[in-house]
């Protein structure tokens, strides 16, 4: 559906530091520094994949970095306790609670997320869902 997200940085190191903890409890890995001329930043994947790859970065335009209000990334995850290790991750690494992991039968009858917001105010979701198709996820 996307080839990839990125979201603003402005502290970078910090959300790097973040990122490497939350996204390696879904299995994912940071790609090779790859200077190509815009800003300075760092992205991830699946190690068996080229697509879709996730980035943090320091804005293109050189403004600060700003959360998007009503935007929200949501990582696919394996299982519920998948879900689980990534929330409470993100939690000790210093994100905002915004609804532990439980199922949401409102968004569909097997639907098993959770909900923070990283370091910098970014809305982040954790779900699994065994009626959706996930083919990148192990």
């Given at each position: 559906?996307?080839?990839?997200?990125?979201?603003?940085?402005?502290?970078?190191?910090?959300?790097?530091?973040?990122?490497?903890?939350?996204?390696?409890?879904?299995?994912?890995?940071?790609?090779?520094?790859?200077?190509?001329?815009?800003?300075?930043?760092?992205?991830?994947?699946?190690?068996?994949?080229?697509?879709?790859?996730?980035?943090?970065?320091?804005?293109?335009?050189?403004?600060?970095?700003?959360?998007?209000?009503?935007?929200?990334?949501?990582?696919?995850?394996?299982?519920?306790?998948?879900?689980?290790?990534?929330?409470?991750?993100?939690?000790?690494?210093?994100?905002?609670?915004?609804?532990?992991?439980?199922?949401?039968?409102?968004?569909?009858?097997?639907?098993?997320?959770?909900?923070?917001?990283?370091?910098?105010?970014?809305?982040?979701?954790?779900?699994?869902?065994?009626?959706?198709?996930?083919?990148?996820v192990p």
């Open positions: 559906m996307f080839s990839h997200i990125q979201l603003g940085a402005r502290d970078l190191p910090a959300m790097i530091r973040f990122y490497d903890a939350v996204l390696a409890t879904l299995g994912l890995v940071r790609m090779p520094d790859n200077h190509d001329g815009g800003p300075c930043g760092a992205g991830w994947q699946r190690p068996d994949r080229e697509w879709p790859q996730f980035y943090v970065q320091l804005p293109f335009n050189g403004l600060p970095a700003t959360w998007g209000n009503g935007v929200q990334i949501s990582f696919a995850a394996s299982s519920q306790d998948q879900v689980q290790a990534a929330w409470r991750t993100a939690l000790a690494m210093g994100a905002q609670d915004e609804g532990a992991p439980g199922f949401r039968p409102q968004y569909g009858q097997d639907y098993y997320g959770a909900y923070c917001r990283d370091i910098e105010g970014n809305k982040l979701c954790f779900v699994h869902a065994c009626g959706l198709a996930y083919p990148d």
